[in-house]
């Protein structure tokens, strides 16, 4: 049998987040990776079913709470250990995310068992299959590679959260200006020095929400303006910083309760 008739789902994509190589999500039912090696580290983790591989001649799996972290370089095979095969989300992360360094230590534990880890993998992926989430994926990620370098070296003191209120508001003030056009991690950490997770940490210690949700919260503010002054929920969607209309409502509809639509032809009460 073919490998692609054994192939239920595929689906593959590069998206706008620095440091991300490739997003693949698939659902394999017979089908066997033989030895090979990724010039990226991997990331994966198994929503359904198990895998089974080989790593430097030492077996692994991969239950449900596991995060596996493969690294570049190093040949490794795959296969299902359960009769109905194994779906799996994979992140393919350059040596910006992770270094060389860390090789090492990952070929000697690859399966991490962390549940916060695993859920902060998983808001990761729901993030970059959402066009216009750019910035949550960018934290989201910074905050993955904290914790994988924790994991990879417990012996070196972790970068522990701790409040900088003059750091927290030189990113707001930044996000304030820039509440339509947005801006990226990377740029942010540009013009308001310092090390990504810090600046995630500081911010968000400090106002008590994330910095794309803040971000989001501004639009969203712009928008409800907009739209009781009679501009459609296209046109604000375009004017107000979001990717599309249905971006816009997605996020309207969890911060208002309500769609745009509904929200602009709302009746005011007698």
Do not use: C
């Not at 490998?3 to 998206?15: C, G, L, N």
């Amino acid at each position: 049998m073919a490998a692609d008739q054994r192939t239920r789902t595929v689906s593959a994509w590069r998206p706008r987040v620095p440091g991300v190589v490739e997003v693949f999500h698939a659902h394999y039912t017979e089908y066997a990776y033989p030895m090979h090696v990724h010039d990226a580290w991997t990331l994966l983790i198994v929503d359904d079913g198990a895998v089974r591989y080989d790593l430097d001649r030492h077996e692994h799996g991969t239950p449900h709470d596991t995060v596996s972290l493969l690294p570049p370089h190093v040949p490794h095979n795959g296969s299902p250990a359960t009769p109905d095969g194994f779906r799996k989300r994979v992140l393919y992360l350059d040596a910006s995310r992770l270094g060389d360094e860390l090789i090492g230590p990952a070929v000697d534990a690859p399966d991490l068992r962390d549940p916060v880890l695993r859920r902060r993998v998983g808001q990761l992926h729901a993030a970059l299959a959402l066009p216009g989430e750019e910035l949550e994926a960018e934290s989201r990620l910074t905050l993955i590679g904290e914790r994988l370098h924790a994991h990879l070296r417990p012996r070196e003191p972790r970068d522990r959260a701790r409040r900088d209120p003059v750091l927290a508001r030189r990113l707001r003030e930044l996000l304030d200006e820039r509440v339509v056009q947005g801006v990226t991690l990377d740029e942010a950490t540009g013009l308001v020095p310092a090390h990504p997770a810090h600046l995630v940490r500081a911010f968000s210690a400090a106002y008590g929400i994330a910095p794309h949700q803040y971000l989001t919260s501004r639009r969203v503010d712009r928008a409800r303006r907009l739209l009781l002054a009679g501009h459609t929920p296209a046109e604000v969607a375009g004017t107000t910083g979001f990717y599309d209309q249905a971006h816009l409502t997605r996020h309207f509809k969890r911060l208002v309760g309500v769609t745009p639509g509904r929200y602009r032809t709302s009746p005011a009460p007698r």
